[in-house]
C-alpha cells in the first residue's frame, strides 16, 4: 500500500478548525432545532457518501477488468465544470494526483483475485527461466570478450637485469644534471623565452611529422602539418610563435618512424632502456635511424654543434616541466616496472589514434 500524507492545513479552508480566529466562518449556534438539521445534514451527507463510494468501487472494478485506469473518483458534472483538483490548480504542498492515483491503485489491486492476472497471462512462457538464462549468458559473454580486447600482451623484458640498472642511471642523470639545469634555465629565461625556444625546435623537426603521416596514409594531417609550418615559420617568425594553434586551431600531429611502424603491425619487442634517452623497445630504437635522416639538424651543422643544440633543446624542455617526474616517480611502489608500464601503454595509445 501507498501512504498517502496530506496537509489539512492545505485542504480545510482557514477558520473551520477549533479556535479558528474571530470573523471566520463558525458553526451556527440556533438551539436544538439547530443541532438535529446539522445531524439530518451530516447523516445525508454520510448516507449519500457511502453509496456513491460502493457505486464508484464497481465501475473501478469494471475499469480495471476492461484495461482502463482510473485516476480521480469525480462526476462528469465535475470534470466539465472544472472542479476536480489537478497540479495545474493548486501551486501549495500537499498530496499531488499521481499520489491518489498510486493509492487508488494499490487499493484496488488488493481486491483484484488472481483469476484476473492469473497464469494465463502471465505464465512461465512469458518470464522463464530458460529466457532470463539465455540473457545472462550472451551478457556475460559480451563482457568476456571486451575485457579480452582491453588485455595487453605481457611486455617482453629479457635484459630486465641490465634495463633496472640503466633504469637508475637515468634516473641519477635526471635529479642530478637534468634536473639542476632546467631550474638554472627558469631561473634565468622567463617562461614566454623558454616556450619560444621550444616551439622553435618543434617547428624545425617539421620532416620527421611530415613524412611519417604520409607513412601511415594520413594525407589530411600531412596537409595540416604544411600548413602549420608554413604559417609558423612566416607569421610566426622562424616557429618561436604557434599562430597556427592560437588563432586557427590547427594542432600539431607528432608521429615518429616507431610509430608508422607499430601502425602497419610491427610489434614492439622487448623492452630496452637506453642510455641518457631513457625507456624504449627493439622496433622504437631501429625506429631513430631513419628519423635521424629526417632530422635538419643532421644536414644543417656539424656533429659537435649538431649535439651541442640537442643538449640544449632538452634542458629546455625540462625547464618547462619541473616537477612532473617528481609527480610520476611518487606513484611508483617499484620504479623500473612502473616506467616500462607507463612507457609501452603511451605508444601503444600512440599509435592507434
Known sequence: MVSLKVNIGHLIPKGTLPGAPAGSAQVPRSGIPGLLLVFAVLLAVLLAGLSGGLLAGGCSQSAHRSGATIGFVGSETEAAAGNVWSPAKSSRGGASLPMIQAQAVDENAADIGDDDFGDEEFG??????????????????????????????????????????????????????????????????????RQGIDNFFDNLF???????????????????????????????????????????????????????????????????VLPFL?????????????????????YLVDTKTQLALRVFAEVNEVSLHIGEYENLKRDALDLYPFLREVYEQHRAQKILE
Request: glycine share 10%.
Open 124 to 193: 512461465d512462457d512469458d518470464f522463464g527461466d530458460d529466457e532470463f538464462d539465455d540473457f545472462g549468458d550472451e551478457f556475460a559473454a559480451e563482457l568476456d570478450q571486451e575485457f579480452a580486447a582491453n588485455e595487453t600482451a605481457d611486455i617482453e623484458d629479457p635484459f630486465s637485469g641490465y634495463n633496472r640498472a640503466m633504469t637508475a642511471f637515468n634516473d641519477k642523470l635526471y635529479l642530478w644534471v637534468l634536473q639542476p639545469a632546467g631550474k638554472g634555465f627558469r631561473f634565468v629565461l622567463p617562461l614566454y623565452v
Open 206 to 272: 617539421y620532416p620527421i611529422r611530415l613524412v611519417n603521416n604520409l607513412l601511415q596514409a594520413k594525407f589530411s594531417n600531412s596537409g595540416e602539418e604544411t600548413l602549420r609550418f608554413t604559417l609558423n615559420s612566416t607569421i610566426g617568425i622562424l616557429g618561436l610563435w604557434d599562430p597556427a594553434d592560437k588563432w586557427f586551431g590547427l594542432e600539431a600531429h607528432d608521429e615518429d618512424f616507431g610509430q608508422t611502424l607499430g601502425y602497419w603491425g610491427v610489434g614492439p619487442g622487448p623492452h630496452i
Open 278 to 298: 631513457g625507456p624504449s623497445n627493439l622496433r622504437d630504437t631501429f625506429a631513430l635511424v631513419p628519423d635521424i635522416y629526417l632530422d635538419p639538424l643532421t
